[in-house]
């Protein structure tokens, strides 16, 4: 089974700053087959990103994924008050058993 | 839209029983693999379970195998998780949800409200 660490477990940040949150895979991604999403307080997970890159229906732009292998990106170039949430990325290189990471709780400096 | 709707969650005793349903609308349901995906209290995320759009392949993690089973029927547009042997560490909302094409099934593209699940004496 891949593990999946975030990191930072919690980002402080001002609206309008840039976010860069890391995601580590114990063991390489197949074909980089990682996927990005936002929770908000009391609500259900939303898709960002999968592929790793490839931005989701509806996604802004200022939502962007990177990475490969083992090691993977989501940056929110320029933050809006309604991206203060928590982040998840999950895995599906093996298919099941699908694995997320622990999250990442971006919020207001 | 596409919209999923859970019910069924409830209170439960250990070693007890719940039966989960997910009614699904606004989109081709019989054409999707849908899945069962857990959060406990001030937790992260967990998948449960997969079924595939026909049923013919389902996937349960190694902490429910044995106890849940998943189901489906496409004629009712509604997909079901039977839950038998609760355990205290079974508590938690459960979210149904689609699994993206673009995935092949295996991330999630739309989710449920969720229904809360609580297993307690």
């Known amino acids: 089974e891949i593990v999946l660490t975030q990191s930072p477990d919690t980002l402080s940040l001002s609206p309008g700053e840039r976010a860069t949150l890391s995601c580590r895979a114990s063991q390489s991604i197949f074909s980089d087959y990682l996927a990005w999403y936002q929770q908000r307080p009391g609500r259900a997970p939303r898709l960002l990103i999968y592929?790793?890159?490839t931005r989701a229906t509806g996604i802004p732009d200022r939502f962007s994924g990177s990475g490969s292998g083992t090691d993977f990106t989501l940056t929110i170039s320029r933050l809006e008050p309604e991206d203060f949430a928590v982040y998840y990325c999950q895995q599906y290189s093996d298919s099941a058993p699908y694995t997320f990471g622990q999250g990442t709780k971006l919020e207001i400096k | 839209q596409v919209q999923l709707v859970e019910s069924g969650g409830d209170l439960a005793k250990p070693g007890g029983s719940l039966r989960l349903s997910c009614a699904a609308s606004g989109f081709n349901f019989r054409d999707y693999f849908m899945s069962w995906l857990r959060q406990a209290p001030g937790k992260g995320l967990e998948w449960v379970s997969s079924m595939s759009s026909s049923g013919s392949t389902i996937y349960h993690a190694d902490s429910v195998r044995g106890r849940f089973t998943i189901s489906r029927d496409n004629a009712k547009n509604s997909l079901y998780l039977q839950m038998d042997s609760l355990r205290a560490d079974d508590t938690a909302v459960y979210y149904c949800?689609?699994?993206?094409?673009?995935?092949?099934?295996?991330?999630?593209?739309?989710w449920g409200q969720g229904t809360p699940v609580t297993v307690s004496s």
């Open positions: 592929t790793a890159s």
């Open positions: 949800a689609r699994g993206s094409l673009h995935c092949g099934g295996d991330c999630f593209d739309s």
